[in-house]
């Protein structure tokens, strides 16, 4: 019985874990539907009154085939192949660009057909591009375009995008519904097409500030559905057209015409375009879906995507989708993460989301034409102006902050004139710009260093204080510690040489620190120098530690987005080098079997209390109140009043401050070790603590107050003079040290 009860409950549970996976992917489909028809739309807008019925049908060709193609041979956890703005917003370019051809206008077709065939076969050339990259293990140099030139393509083709979809908003293509009054001939703004799109940006705005976690696209394009149908059948105002009935999968023919002598003689024709907007859609493509899946989806999805694996998937699925007349496919880290957050986990979810689509494809026709095309202009502008704002936003942050240089003007200046030249003069004119500047840039700076100095663990140490026996053994066996601070941008530039001066400098060294903090950039080639400089390394038998580096900042995101140290945790990853430093440092004291006394020290070996005899020691016990402190416990804040010092007889503690570079977050003065005394200047001048003591792990300290201090005083001048004295000399190795980190981390004077 309690065995049938089980199977049941067994059942039970995998039938609800079934429907949770496939509910999940059919909301996942209804979402995706807000993101891809105005990318669909987009991409055929040249082609006049067929390019609503051309874009959605190749949006949903380019979904449902891309997916099949991902659920065959991705490999992934959650695979998908989409519409994305960055490969589609190219794609369309190269349609605007041959529909303006007066040959092609002059056919009997207008240009329909002939250019549905160019576009078709622009991307099965993308495809056998992406398929080869994968094949001859390219998918990292995939990634070598510097990100300036892709920034520049981008925002040019948003700028355009958003000039062309602003009169769809307005009303003054005309629309209106054929025969309805004025319907055709209106070219002035319509108020009612204008309230459409503004109230489906306004939703999206709305729900994407006040709740993230909902599909915002979707509810804003929902909300300017709504209005559209209030418009329609209670105030009888026209908003355009709508989404036209589709209703049938579409058939895989459009590439049939290279099978003709004029479909050959097409093609030759326009052969460059073709060859220069395939190879831009392959590279960005490859890039934008690279980054996505290793830099975006891997870490909160645990997954580990193979990038060579994943570009002849990508490849595949553009030849597939070109065969149904499709628009460029690539991975959406967003739609993955969307499924995941919605439960899905499995296979069952893209199943699901692909079966969904095409089932509204064959019998959603009168939901989807709800749909008014005003609507789907408005999530054109907001995905266009997100695509701006991508970059745009770091370097407004960047230039906010003051932090100029010359790497930030060269990118701004580079962005800028690639997006002018691909607003003004087309793709083709733009990727060429881009190639030229990208070379002038990489032998501008080919032959500079990036070495801002190197320094020993036996010049430089970490800011822990030591007992004396293990600062004795630092300072002889430093040398084993290299510390190089690095100064600007690791690119496919400066990559190569940073390698080598890194090797030789590496010479000798047991511990090789890199100092990442005045690092602006990492592009991918940096990236995949610093994973092989940390092999070539490992063979010399020196682990290379990283400094100022963690996996939620931009440097790290950079780094794992190239696809490279992957892992999930770091243990060669530090804030800052001054943690590298005591790392290399504990390693080398681990080594030698010295280690941190574990027992509690007796008063009489702290500092303070040096050269008492036995006698005034016991006299000073009822003075000294002893105290425990858990791991992380503060001690006392900055701020706080400060009465009394502290004598730390076991265990470690970290006096921080607030970093004045980043809000919130503390940066570590010094580590203090059993012996020391801390807390001594706010209790000598009664004021406030300038700095927070921090337990490192569990702490002992006996602390004196300046009450106490004050008896000690009227009982026992001469032994108060001598416990002055020492707590001067402490304060005058702590300034010691202070001016060693002043001196460390000072800017050179030109």
């Given at each position: 019985m309690t065995d049938h009860g089980a199977t049941a409950a067994e059942g039970n549970g995998g039938f609800a874990e079934l429907a949770r996976e496939a509910g999940a992917g059919i909301s996942a489909a209804f979402v995706l539907v807000a993101m891809m028809l105005p990318l669909g739309l987009i991409a055929f807008a040249p082609l006049g009154e067929y390019a609503v019925e051309a874009g959605l049908t190749a949006a949903f060709a380019c979904a449902i085939f891309g997916n099949i193609t991902a659920l065959l041979l991705s490999g992934a956890l959650l695979p998908n192949e989409v519409p994305r703005a960055s490969s589609v917003f190219l794609f369309a370019a190269f349609i605007l660009r041959i529909s303006g051809d007066a040959q092609l206008?002059?056919?009997?077709?207008?240009?329909?057909?002939?250019?549905?065939?160019?576009?078709?076969?622009?991307?099965?050339?993308?495809?056998?591009?992406?398929?080869?990259?994968?094949?001859?293990?390219?998918?990292?140099?995939?990634?070598?375009?510097?990100?300036?030139?892709?920034?520049?393509?981008?925002?040019?083709?948003?700028?355009s995008l958003v000039i062309y979809e602003l009169p769809e908003v307005l009303g003054?293509?005309?629309?209106?519904?054929?025969?309805?009054?004025?319907?055709?001939?209106?070219?002035?703004?319509?108020?009612?097409?204008?309230?459409?799109?503004?109230?489906?940006?306004?939703?999206?705005?709305?729900?994407?500030?006040?709740?993230?976690?909902?599909?915002?696209?979707?509810?804003?394009?929902?909300?300017?559905?709504?209005?559209?149908?209030?418009?329609?059948?209670?105030?009888?105002?026209?908003?355009?057209p709508r989404v036209p009935f589709l209703g049938k999968v579409p058939l895989p023919d459009a590439l049939l015409p290279v099978l003709s002598g004029d479909g050959v003689a097409l093609a030759l024709r326009f052969g460059y375009d073709l060859l220069v907007t395939a190879l831009a859609?392959?590279?960005?493509?490859?890039?934008?879906?690279?980054?996505?899946?290793?830099?975006?989806?891997?870490?909160?999805?645990?997954?580990?995507?193979?990038?060579?694996?994943l570009l002849v998937a990508l490849g595949c699925g553009n030849l597939v989708s070109s065969l149904f007349g499709g628009v460029p496919v690539a991975y959406s880290s967003h739609h993955a993460l969307q499924v995941h957050h919605g439960g899905g986990r499995k296979l069952v979810s893209s199943v699901a989301t692909t079966a969904t689509l095409v089932l509204l494809l064959l019998y959603g026709a009168p939901l989807l034409h709800l749909i008014p095309i005003a609507a789907l202009s408005a999530m054109m502008l907001v995905i266009a102006v997100g695509l701006i704002d991508r970059w745009a936003g770091a370097t407004i942050d960047r230039v906010r902050r003051g932090q100029y240089d010359n790497e930030l003007i060269v990118n701004i200046a580079l962005v800028v004139l690639v997006a002018g030249v691909t607003i003004v003069f087309g793709l083709v004119a733009a990727v060429?710009?881009?190639?030229?500047?990208?070379?002038?840039?990489?032998?501008?700076?080919?032959?500079?260093?990036?070495?801002?100095?190197?320094?020993?663990?036996?010049?430089?140490?970490?800011?822990?204080?030591?007992?004396?026996?293990?600062?004795?053994?630092?300072?002889?066996?430093?040398?084993r510690i290299k510390l190089i601070e690095l100064d600007g941008a690791i690119f496919f530039g400066t990559a190569d040489r940073l390698a080598f001066e890194a090797m030789r400098a590496a010479e000798g060294a047991q511990y090789l620190i890199l100092d990442l903090r005045r690092?602006?950039?990492?592009?991918?080639?940096?990236?995949?120098?610093?994973?092989?400089?940390?092999?070539?390394?490992?063979?010399?038998?020196?682990?290379?530690?990283l400094a100022h580096l963690s996996a939620t900042s931009r440097l790290g995101r950079a780094i794992q987005g190239a696809g490279v140290f992957t892992q999930r945790h770091h243990t060669d990853w530090f804030e800052d080098a001054d943690r590298a430093l005591e790392w290399a440092e504990r390693q080398l004291l681990a080594e030698a079997r010295v280690a941190t006394p574990e027992h509690e020290l007796a008063i009489g070996e702290f500092a303070l209390l040096a050269g008492l005899s036995p006698d005034e020691l016991q006299f000073m016990k009822p003075y000294l109140d002893r105290q425990l402190f858990p791991s992380q416990a503060a001690l006392y804040h900055e701020g706080q009043q400060g009465d009394r010092l502290y004598l730390l007889a076991k265990g470690a503690v970290s006096i921080v401050a607030e970093d004045p570079e980043a809000h919130g977050r503390n940066r570590r003065i010094v580590t203090l070790a059993p012996g020391v005394i801390f807390g001594e200047s706010a209790m000598i001048e009664g004021g406030v603590r300038s700095v927070t003591a921090i337990a490192e792990n569990e702490v002992v300290t006996y602390s004196l107050s300046r009450a106490n201090l004050d008896a000690v005083r009227a009982r026992a001048p001469d032994l108060y003079r001598r416990i002055v004295l020492n707590m001067v000399n402490h304060m005058s190795g702590l300034l010691r040290m202070t001016t060693g980190i002043l001196r460390d981390t000072s800017e050179s004077v030109e």
């Open positions: 206008r002059a056919s009997p077709s207008h240009g329909v057909v002939e250019i549905l065939f160019l576009a078709a076969l622009c991307l099965a050339l993308t495809g056998v591009i992406q398929v080869s990259f994968g094949l001859l293990r390219l998918g990292n140099i995939a990634r070598f375009v510097p990100y300036p030139v892709v920034a520049g393509l981008m925002t040019g083709l948003a700028i003054t293509h005309g629309g209106g519904a054929p025969g309805a009054e004025g319907g055709d001939a209106h070219h002035g703004i319509n108020g009612w097409t204008l309230l459409v799109g503004v109230v489906t940006i306004v939703g999206f705005v709305f729900v994407r500030r006040r709740w993230p976690a909902l599909p915002s696209k979707l509810i804003g394009l929902a909300a300017g559905t709504a209005v559209a149908a209030i418009i329609t059948y209670v105030a009888h105002g026209d908003v355009g859609i392959a590279v960005v493509g490859s890039l934008d879906s690279l980054l996505a899946a290793v830099g975006e989806a891997d870490g909160p999805l645990d997954t580990a995507h193979h990038p060579n694996r060429i710009t881009g190639l030229i500047l990208s070379m002038g840039l990489f032998l501008a700076v080919m032959n500079r260093s990036l070495i801002r100095s190197v320094r020993t663990g036996a010049t430089r140490g970490s800011r822990r204080v030591y007992p004396p026996e293990q600062a004795s053994l630092l300072r002889v066996e430093g040398h690092v602006t950039m990492i592009d991918a080639s940096g990236a995949l120098m610093l994973a092989k400089l940390k092999r070539l390394l490992q063979e010399q038998k020196v682990t290379l530690l």
